[in-house]
């Protein structure tokens, strides 16, 4: 939707504020911070417009506006300033991550780590193992109406196997058509790039499959033998969540934070930055009802030449996105000058 110059710049103060107080935005502070010369009474109309349009709303009688989801889109996408890094800052993360450590997970661990405590909110990093495998056979076998199997045999011999439970009932010629589907796309490719035709069938295909390939595209990770699924994803700063006044409310930080612990479902949002879209800001509903009330910014880090993890930060949907994508970014730079040196 197009805006108004005064009104792209009404909402980028509302959602300035909000981003700062956590707190409704009444037109007298945005008349003492926009300089625009317009009166409260001017803004307030200005602030109604973008009400009716969906970009504001008012969450009781006589208080000021804050930010809709779609408010939030439109900012990140056409109003959002990044703020970068000083010189200072590039040199102490560089070091942080770049300095000796045991191993790939140690470095993905650190990482996490060092997001966390950057942003103050909770950070995320996937794994990548084996990427460049290729797959010798591939098969989805349907147990029960909500229960699948997938068969894996890499080229090298090793065999997986792998329970994929459903939300909804499946027949058997749905499974079959997406067993084919795997079978066509495992011909050609690495494991890493049999997810990425994954992911592009799922946009084409997801009203088809209604949600099963949300649940198999993360199950394509070629893990060692024994290698626990915790070791496919590092969460830190989860309890950072708890500061927040939008997570007050103890039943719903409670059913955020098993949420999180669902790491299918986390690796299945951080693999939407895989593909070519890269630095994804996803915002409330963007990400998944089981994680309301959330925002994300995620972003692929690189691996001979290809996308081959992701990392990001999960906070509430007023996080300071301007600083946040510029951390992002930054440091899945160095964490891919990172990987091909291991």
Known sequence: MELSERNREILKQVVQVYIESAEPVGSRTVAKRARLGLSPATIRNSMADLEEAGFLYQPH??????????GLRFFVKHLLEKKPLSWGEQVSIE??????????QEVLKKTAQILASLTGHTAVVSAPSGIKERLQFMELVLLQPKLLLLVMVTEHGQVRNQLIRLEHEISRDVVERLSGKLQEFMEDGSLNQLRQKLIESMKRDRETFDGILDRVIPTIRPDKPGTAQEEELFIQGKFNLMEEPEFADMKQLRNLLEALEEKHLLL??????????GMQILIGSDIDSHIPGCGMVLAPYQGEGEPVGGLGVIGPMRMNYGKIVTLVEYIATILSSKCKEL
């Open 61 to 70: 009688t006589a208080a000021g506006r804050m930010p809709t989801e779609e």
């Open 95 to 104: 070091k942080e991550i770049m300095e000796e450590a045991d191993g790939l």
């Open 268 to 277: 299945r949002i951080i693999d939407r930055c895989l593909g070519d879209d």
